[in-house]
């Protein structure tokens, strides 16, 4: 059965994905306090005033960050060289967060995105 709140996904991760999904899932809450957290398509969604703002999901041999936006990845082209991506998505690291300062950039253009 599906987790149903994201302790609940996360209560589910073998280490280390545990550990680095909690300090994205931190990060998001301290770059912007006001979202809220839920489960959307059987993985972790942060909304704000009910639109995606960010998602994280684990798989086999990596983790996933979105922005839900296609325009923020491309906008982000250069920043984002070394990581996988994909049309709304990155691929990073079971055991390494990404960086505080990219996560804080693809959140608020994001958020400016959707005004």
């Not at 991506?85 to 990404?98: E, I, T, W």
């Not at 300062?101 to 253009?109: G, I, N, P, W």
């Amino acid at each position: 059965m599906p987790a149903a709140n994201v302790d609940e996904y996360l209560a589910e991760l073998d280490e280390p994905k545990r550990s680095t999904l909690q300090a994205m899932r931190q990060m998001l809450l301290e770059i912007e306090p006001e979202l809220q957290e839920t489960i959307g398509w059987g993985a972790p969604i942060f909304k704000l005033k009910g639109k995606n703002v960010a998602g994280l999901c684990a798989f086999k041999n990596h983790l996933t960050f979105s922005p839900q936006s296609a325009d923020v990845m491309a906008a982000h082209e250069s920043e984002l060289a070394g990581f996988v991506v994909a049309k709304s998505s990155l691929q990073f690291a079971v055991d390494q967060p990404l960086p505080k300062a990219l996560l804080a950039s693809l959140v608020k253009a994001r958020i400016a995105e959707l005004g």
